[in-house]
């Protein structure tokens, strides 16, 4: 089994920067991507950012230049660095898992979601 942590996430005035961390743990062989997605009430689940086990990164063009998206010292670690934040970066966040790893006994190509953070931008 493969699980997805994510911590970070609070309350931050117009302007403000929060750092996003997730954490992937269980049974895993390969880590593909790791990925950052938010959702609000009136939204779909979008693609914020995410990293590829190469290094490669892509951006959603709302927050190209504002946010990082980073992997920690630990392999299955991947944080989101948010700067200049607006109140339209209000959501929940989530962190995606791409990886091969075990699912109950099977080694097959897993995608896993965290349970989501709560980012509040006020004006």
């Known amino acids: 089994q493969v699980q997805v942590v994510e911590s970070g996430g609070g309350l931050v005035h117009d302007g403000g920067s929060l750092r996003l961390s997730c954490a992937a743990s269980g049974s895993i062989f390969e880590l593909y991507t790791m990925a950052w997605y938010r959702q609000t009430p009136r939204t779909q689940r979008e693609l914020v950012a995410l990293?590829?086990?190469?290094?490669?990164?892509n951006y959603a063009d709302s927050v190209r230049g504002r946010f990082t998206i980073s992997r920690g010292n630990a392999n299955n670690t991947v944080h989101l660095q948010m700067n200049s934040l607006k109140s339209e970066d209000t959501a929940v966040y989530y962190c995606?898992?791409?990886?091969?790893?075990?699912?109950?006994?099977?080694?097959?190509?897993?995608?896993?979601w965290g349970q989501g953070t709560q980012v509040t931008v006020s004006a």
């Open positions: 995606n898992v791409n990886a091969l790893g075990d699912d109950r006994g099977m080694m097959r190509r897993l995608s896993v």
């Open positions: 990293t590829t086990s190469s290094g490669d990164t």
